[in-house]
């Protein structure tokens, strides 16, 4: 992937990170998301907005963070909590985590419930 220089190039490119991970099959439930702090900026993430499939995510509809947890530009869409308390604690305490991502596959528990029976 290349680097994006700009927040817009930076939108498009972590869309189709979510349209990726949707093809791979790495998602079964909108409780997942992948995160991407902004070129030059420490302060702001974007993130997938509450109740999107990863197949339904664009660049338009992404939302912009900051690592307090506030949404900081106008959004039709909220955020899954979980999302912020995850994502903000990672990007606060690691300025290196440029990208992060967080998914729940069903099938592995699934597999690791049918391992311990």
Not at 39 to 60: R, V, W
Request: charged letters at 20%; aromatic letters at 8%; proline letters at 3%.
């Amino acid at each position: 992937m290349l680097m994006a220089t700009n927040e817009r190039e930076l939108r498009v490119q972590l869309a189709a990170c979510y349209r990726i991970f949707h093809y791979l099959g790495w998602t079964e439930l909108i409780y997942n998301h992948i995160t991407v702090k902004l070129p030059g900026d420490k302060e702001h993430f974007l993130i997938n907005p509450y109740g999107l499939h990863y197949s339904e995510i664009t660049a338009s509809n992404l939302v912009k963070m900051d690592v307090d947890g506030n949404i900081v530009e106008e959004s039709e869409y909220t955020v899954n909590p979980a999302g912020i308390v995850i994502h903000t604690a990672i990007h606060s305490a690691r300025s290196d985590a440029i990208c992060i991502a967080h998914t729940i596959l069903i099938l592995e528990w699934r597999l690791r419930a049918e391992r311990r029976t």
